[in-house]
């Protein structure tokens, strides 16, 4: 790799990892009392998904440990977000489905973050966004291809 692409990929990566810090902190601001960002995720994942999540199954698309998932889920059942139910074939599994309390809160906090991701794309300029999307999806994409 030559100097200068060396250079070019740290600056890359120094900027997409400062972004998502900045990101993740600027949202955790405006979430709703209570909810992580990571209680967001799950439940957004959940909203758009068809029927119930075993937490193996949450865990890998979260590239997450079965241990954090299940804290997480803990987490969101408390707040009853997320009802757990045991696997009736096999007692070891469980199933993970959104409540209707779920629903509602991670459509409140999308509102928030919508609204917050719109303002600073309108301060940025809609055509710089549009035209940095092809480069972070091919990055994501290869990023992702690595697992």
């Not at 990929?9 to 601001?29: G, H, I, P």
Request: proline share 3%; glycine share 6%; hydrophobic share 45%.
């Amino acid at each position: 790799m030559s100097d200068s692409n060396e250079s070019l990929s740290v600056a890359l990566f120094s900027e997409l990892f400062m972004a998502d810090q900045l990101a993740r902190v600027k949202l955790a601001r405006v979430l709703p009392k209570g909810m992580e960002l990571s209680h967001f995720s799950v439940l957004n994942h959940l909203s758009k998904s068809k029927g119930e999540k075993t937490p193996g199954q949450l865990a890998r698309v979260f590239h997450v440990t079965r241990g954090a998932m299940t804290n997480t889920l803990n987490k969101l059942a408390w707040a009853g977000y997320v009802h757990i139910r045991p696997d009736w074939d096999d007692a070891r599994r469980k199933f993970v489905a959104i409540s209707p309390a779920g629903r509602r809160a991670c459509e409140e906090a999308f509102q928030v973050i919508a609204q917050t991701v719109s303002e600073m794309v309108e301060d940025i300029g809609a055509d710089k966004v549009r035209a940095a999307l092809p480069v972070l999806r091919e990055v994501r994409e290869r990023l992702g291809d690595e697992d």
